[in-house]
């Protein structure tokens, strides 16, 4: 079962960048079949959550759909958020030239030397977050906290470093799946998205800070200095990251092609020169060879979220569903705008924490809400629902970030979305409907 599971998924991939390019017939319900056959070998491998999440999601895009769609829709219905899927396996191999470079010890000696009084190092901390995140997804919790595990630091210090810091890249990189989600289902361009983002991310970072210069007294960090900080690994990542997003504008203005195809070709592109360039070719594919299974069934949660969501929401927008959704959110923007901006977001935030997983409430409002009959633009529209995926990732006592940080710290869940983010996370529905209501004033 292992290998045919691999085997399904380099074929989607293969298949999905073929398609990219030249259209042929009978394509998509191949991989719609492919796509259906991966969803049955790994939703059994998911925890229970997930697994009870999935099939409600599931079992309601088959009962809204029932008795019109036949099992060819429905194969094809498997497929809506299948680029996200091969996007979520794809982009951490980025991790792996980080990895074999030695660059982590580059990033702990850059944390322990900028980091000498709490404040500080909160920053280091939180940058490193902002920046590495995006290219080593979770696994950039438990690589800083490795490289922090000999240093006597307070856990909340850690679970509102790690929580806060990690959360800034949602609202902007394009390595995530959640904004290509969104991007995708509301047909908008990366580029136009992205300077808006990006802005949103700097201020999540800003205020995190802020708010930690309040939270920081009595904080003793006691710890020896790391060693002198050599500039070149520094550039050398910076000079990676531009490579990256240089290829995707290479790409993505050669070809005619949708985003999400440009960026696994550009991370590939820019993995294999980053091995080449730190001579590690070898070592890279062979670690490639090894990543394939474990990355696989290691993401198994993330693939059967985000294909039964994918389901649900295709299902959903073929019915009345929608329309009632769209009326009640019409409703509330014409009575303003800025409640309409809070409504969506706190709406997100507090199921989340009840549980219901935010990539369903974002779902279905980005299938079911018409942004111009609601008086926003697409981009507005955009930035609410990564606003809300951001914070509902904060206060979610189910989603990986906050799952893995109370494994790592060994503290109870609710301690951490509660007590140490609870306050921020109101802070944050603040800041962020305002400032996106700014946007949509200018």
């Not at 660059?103 to 322990?112: P, S, V, W």
């Not at 299902?315 to 014409?334: E, K, R, W, Y």
Request: hydrophobic fraction near 55%; include cysteine.
């Amino acid at each position: 079962m292992n290998r045919l599971t691999i085997v399904i998924i380099m074929l989607l991939a293969i298949i999905f960048l073929f398609y990219s390019f030249i259209t042929l017939p009978y394509i998509v319900e191949v991989m719609g079949v492919l796509t259906l056959l991966l969803y049955l070998l790994l939703v059994f491998r998911t925890k229970w959550l997930t697994l009870i999440i999935s099939f409600l999601m599931v079992g309601s895009g088959f009962y809204l759909s029932l008795p019109d769609d036949s099992l060819r829709e429905w194969s094809i219905s498997f497929t809506s958020n299948l680029p996200l899927i091969l996007l979520i396996l794809t982009v951490p191999v980025l991790s792996i030239p980080l990895q074999i470079g030695k660059y982590d010890i580059f990033i702990k000696d850059l944390i322990k030397t900028y980091g000498r009084n709490p404040k500080k190092l909160y920053f280091t901390i939180s940058l490193t977050f902002f920046f590495l995140g995006p290219i080593l997804n979770l696994a950039v919790i438990k690589i800083v906290d490795s490289l922090l595990q000999r240093v006597n630091l307070p856990v909340a210090f850690l679970g509102k470093a790690y929580s806060r810091g990690f959360t800034a890249t949602i609202a902007w990189s394009p390595f995530y799946a959640a904004l290509l989600l969104v991007l995708l289902t509301l047909d908008m361009s990366l580029m136009e998205y992205l300077p808006y983002g990006i802005f949103l991310g700097i201020l999540h970072l800003i205020t995190a800070n802020l708010v930690f210069m309040k939270e920081s007294k009595n904080i003793d960090l006691n710890f020896d200095a790391g060693k002198n900080v050599r500039i070149r690994p520094l550039l050398e990542l910076c000079t990676v990251f531009l490579t990256f997003f240089l290829t995707i504008y290479f790409l993505g203005s050669l070809f005619a092609i949708e985003m999400i195809p440009v960026i696994i070709l550009s991370v590939v592109i820019t993995a294999i020169i980053w091995s080449i360039y730190i001579g590690q070719t070898g070592e890279f594919f062979k670690e490639t060879k090894y990543y394939g299974g474990v990355r696989i069934f290691g993401s198994a949660n993330e693939v059967i979220l985000f294909l039964s969501a994918g389901f649900f929401g295709a299902m959903a927008a073929q019915t009345t569903v929608g329309d009632s959704i769209n009326i009640l959110a019409l409703q509330i923007s014409d009575w303003s705008i800025l409640l309409f901006i809070i409504f969506l977001i706190s709406t997100t935030t507090v199921l989340a924490f009840f549980g219901i997983h935010q990539i369903v409430t974002i779902t279905i409002f980005a299938t079911s809400i018409a942004a111009e009959e609601a008086g926003i633009s697409t981009v507005i529209f955009a930035l609410i629902l990564m606003s809300a995926w951001a914070i509902a990732t904060l206060f979610s006592p189910i989603t990986p970030v906050n799952v893995i940080i109370t494994n790592i710290l060994r503290v109870n869940i609710f301690k951490v979305i509660l007590h140490w983010n609870g306050k921020f996370v109101l802070l944050l529905i603040f800041i962020y409907s305002l400032i996106i209501y700014g946007f949509y004033l200018y």
